[in-house]
T-cell receptor
């Protein structure tokens, strides 16, 4: 099946710094990638949808300048949390689709902001 | 608006007994329905999906789900639960032509030995 990786799996950073999370489709071309955020014991909240070569579409309430998304190639999307604060601590999950209706999920990145 | 409901926060079942995790949905158009499982600090693992065809869908690890259009439900089932099935289960819906999933709130399954 299709494989999606995320790097890093876990990151701890100081408040005020920026953190970049990578999402890669390893064996297929991802025309669309999605970024989700999951708080403890809660569901996945869609943050944004990105298509290769175009600007990401953010969900209502998600700050574009805070969560920068770049989908520079058909196998890579990055999420940069800028000027991170403790309230940004969360589990971030990406997914990718190659044009079908099924999304393939990455293993997630645990971000802790001190 | 599209929505998915998982009415039970937690389901407890004894090992060896059948299990059911409930999911109902509301969409305009034909639904695409999915079940995923999540273990602690891990991403989502695909279990099964319904796009079209037979209402009974068989998936990974012995799980199955039945699409019921009249009741707008897609309940997840397994004939005999294992302790290792204990995890968080998510139902998701999309509509044809869109790639966006709407997730339910998740149901924690606890299988007791």
């Amino acid at each position: 099946g299709a494989v999606v990786s995320q790097h890093p799996s876990r990151v701890i950073c100081k408040s005020g710094t920026s953190v970049k999370i990578e999402c890669r489709s390893l064996d297929f071309q991802a025309t669309t990638m999605f970024w989700y955020r999951q708080f403890p014991k809660q569901s996945l909240m869609l943050m944004a949808t990105s298509n290769e070569g175009s600007k990401a579409t953010y969900e209502q309430g998600v700050e574009k300048d805070k969560f920068l998304i770049n989908h520079a190639s058909l196998t890579l999307s990055t999420l940069t949390v800028t000027s991170a604060h403790p309230e940004d601590s969360s589990f971030y999950i990406c997914s990718a689709t190659g044009g079908s209706d099924e999304q393939f999920f990455g293993p997630g990145t645990r971000l802790t902001v001190l | 608006a599209q929505s998915v409901a998982q009415p039970e926060d937690q389901v407890n079942v004894a090992e060896g007994n059948p299990l059911t995790v409930k999911c109902t949905y509301s969409v305009s158009g034909n639904p695409y329905l999915f079940w995923y499982v999540q273990y602690p600090n891990r991403g989502l693992q695909f279990l099964l999906k319904y796009i079209t065809g037979d209402n009974l869908v068989k998936g990974s690890y012995g799980f199955e789900a039945e699409f019921n259009k009249s009741q707008t439900s897609f309940h997840l089932k397994k004939p005999s639960a294992l302790v290792s099935d204990s995890a968080l289960y998510f139902c998701a819906v999309a509509t044809s032509g869109t790639y966006k999933y709407i997730f339910g709130t998740g149901t924690r399954l606890k299988v007791l030995a």
